[in-house]
């Protein structure tokens, strides 16, 4: 069973994704900022990570940094909805760092899961 750690502040957002991902055969895992996402893929060691960028204490850009720092060929999916600038700057940055993919919020179902299994199939 493939495992994924979703991350994002919002609790409905993780929810949502947890919704989607369970009844096709992944593990999920949670965390609600990057403190936590460093803990939780120490501890389950995921397939794949699902992050938010914009979040609360350490951030996703700073979270990405330190996750390819445990594991350099960790598969990563970057969501933002943006902030204060647009999200395309935001996943910009997270292009040039060699994620999997991004993703604009709001997404569509059938875009996030055929995103999923291309990153989990590379």
Do not use: W
């Not at 957002?13 to 965390?31: C, F, N, Q, S």
């Not at 794949?48 to 990405?64: A, R, S, Y």
């Not at 935001?90 to 996030?112: D, H, N, Q, S, T």
């Amino acid at each position: 069973m493939k495992s994924i750690l979703i991350v994002d502040d919002e609790d409905i957002i993780r929810k949502y994704l947890r919704r989607l991902l369970e009844p096709l055969g992944y593990r999920v895992i949670e965390a609600s900022d990057g403190n936590a996402a460093i803990k939780q893929y120490n501890e389950y060691k995921p397939d794949l990570v699902i992050m938010d960028i914009i979040m609360p204490g350490k951030e996703g850009i700073e979270t990405m940094f330190e996750l390819k720092q445990l594991n350099k060929n960790i598969k990563l999916i970057v969501m933002s909805g943006g902030g204060r600038v647009k999200p395309d700057n935001y996943l910009r940055i997270a292009e040039a760092l060699g994620v999997c993919a991004v993703m604009k919020k709001p997404f569509e179902k059938k875009v996030l899961l055929s995103t999923v299994c291309k990153a989990l199939s590379n």
